[in-house]
């Protein structure tokens, strides 16, 4: 079975670290260390087994309308996650909330960006700047910042914000639709059709939808390509740090990892050990796995000391990737997001962990 994002679920003893890592509210992640810009075949590809040192991965670019000619049509009757059959009226003012922002990516996607009123600090794209934040203390809601902006429609999958926050909102009259978390690539398309049939335009959705696969299949190709000088599949595991304190982890197979390290041809040294929920990152356990490249999320590396400061946890000087100080991190918003940006995510992967950094 499935289980939430990981954030969610530890985000109780998380949250007060959480303020000081974040991504700045008002910008998008800082320029990353530069990554090579392989294309399919070409030679910029090399044995990742050989390559040693930390990489930070592109920045994926903003989200593009996909959907040009959007036309929700209201009334819209949904069932939401919590099996609630929900009328939404209206959607002239929207807010998209969800830690990740691929909520956000949908509704620019299906063509509906100039509906947004305001923004989360994890929609970080360019485009939205200018938008007010309505999230404070790392990933709490401003339950009064978001009545500031009169919003007729919140969706969220309740990864930023507790029930409370929600049932207030409901309670003057805001229309909340809540959805499922979406820990797969395979949940992506459904995740889009609920969007789209939240604003009555289940055409569009269908349109995005068959747009970020065709993405994730041309994206699969280029992953291929850049494996083909790799001899095997390096062993690997996703870990989630935040703070010099135990919040340490890692993300077993039930937690979205999973299909990250099978998109890039990595070896899944949790699953292949059985490690389906969330395990403490202690010096047995990884010896134990002794992944060759680790993926992590940038800020949560940087909350830890930097990678000097993560590569001196307790363990990891003895794995191999602590060894070859084999730090893959990418933006707090990209590792695990599974939405209509997750194509380029992947490539961002793929070209740090299969091409010679500049």
Known sequence: MRRPLVLTAIAAMATFLMVGCS????????????????????????????????VSTETVPDMEPVVTDAEPSFPATVTDATGTEITVASGDRVLAL???????????????????????????????????????????????AVLNLDPDLVLTNTTIGSADNYTKLEDVG?????YEQVPSIDDIAGAITEVG??????????????????ELDTAQKTIDALRAE???????????????????????????????LAALGLDD?????????????????????DPEIILAMKHGVESSGGVEGFLQRPGMAE?????????????????????????QALLALARAIYTEAA
């Open 23 to 54: 991504a700045p509210a008002s910008e998008a992640d800082p320029t990353p260390e530069p990554t090579s810009s392989a294309a399919p075949g070409s030679p910029d590809a090399v044995n990742a087994l050989d390559l040693t040192g930390p």
């Open 98 to 144: 969800d830690l990740y922002g691929t909520l956000t990516d949908t509704v620019i996607g299906l063509g509906l960006k100039d509906r947004l009123v305001g923004r989360s600090n994890s929609d970080t794209q360019k485009a939205l700047a200018d938008l007010p934040v309505v999230t404070k203390d790392g990933h709490d809601l401003n339950v009064e």
């Open 174 to 178: 805001v229309t909340v639709v809540r």
């Open 197 to 214: 049939d939240t604003f009555g335009m289940p055409d569009a959705a269908t349109e995005l939808a068959e747009h970020t696969a065709d």
């Open 230 to 260: 790799t001899p095997r599949a390096p062993r690997a595991a996703v870990l989630y740090v935040r703070g010099t304190a135990g919040i340490f982890f890692i993300l077993g197979e039930d937690y979205g990892a999973s299909d990250v």
């Open 269 to 289: 040294v949790a699953k292949n050990n059985g490690i389906t929920d969330l395990k403490p990152a202690n010096a047995e356990s990884l010896v134990t796995l």
């Open 319 to 343: 794995t191999t990737a602590g060894t070859n100080e084999r730090i893959i991190m990418a933006p707090d918003s990209q590792l695990l997001s599974y939405g209509p940006r997750t194509p």
